[in-house]
Nanobody, 127 residues
Framework: QVHLVESGGGLVQAAGSLRLSCEAS????????MGWFRQVAGKEREFVAA????????AYTDAVKGRFTISRDDAKRTMYLTMNNLKPTDTAIYYC????????????????????WGQGTQVTVSD
């Protein structure tokens, strides 16, 4: 079992930056591939970024490439999403997720791949 808690959301102006954190408790996070998703009310949850358990592999949705960076620090049991040049279209609730991984290079990019989810943190980007 892994328990995930997100933090770092808030209100920011367009072109600003935020860094989201996802702290894991329970089993060691280094056994898990992890990712970020976001959801706007009335829309389906969408994939944002993912990272393998070894940190050697990452994936991003096209809308955030070049602006967002996913990283992890397993000594702190924490995953991060550094978001730069934020746009109003990035406004959403952001969720972190984890899945047990047997492969160092495994990157999970769909919600169904994940078994553990945090409660979400709101990110609002104003014009």
């Amino acid at each position: 079992q892994v328990h995930l808690v997100e933090s770092g959301g808030g209100l920011v102006q367009a072109a600003g930056s935020l860094r989201l954190s996802c702290e894991a408790s329970g089993r060691p996070s280094y056994n898990y591939a992890m990712g970020w998703f976001r959801q706007v009310a009335g829309k389906e949850r969408e994939f944002v970024a993912a990272i393998s358990r070894s940190s050697g592999d990452t994936a991003y949705t096209d809308a955030v490439k070049g602006r967002f960076t996913i990283s992890r620090d397993d000594a702190k049991r924490t995953m991060y999403l550094t978001m730069n040049n934020l746009k109003p279209t990035d406004t959403a609730i952001y969720y972190c997720a984890a899945t047990r991984s047997l492969s160092n290079g495994y990157v999970a990019t769909t919600g169904d791949d994940y078994g553990y989810w945090g409660q979400g943190t709101q990110v609002t980007v104003s014009d």
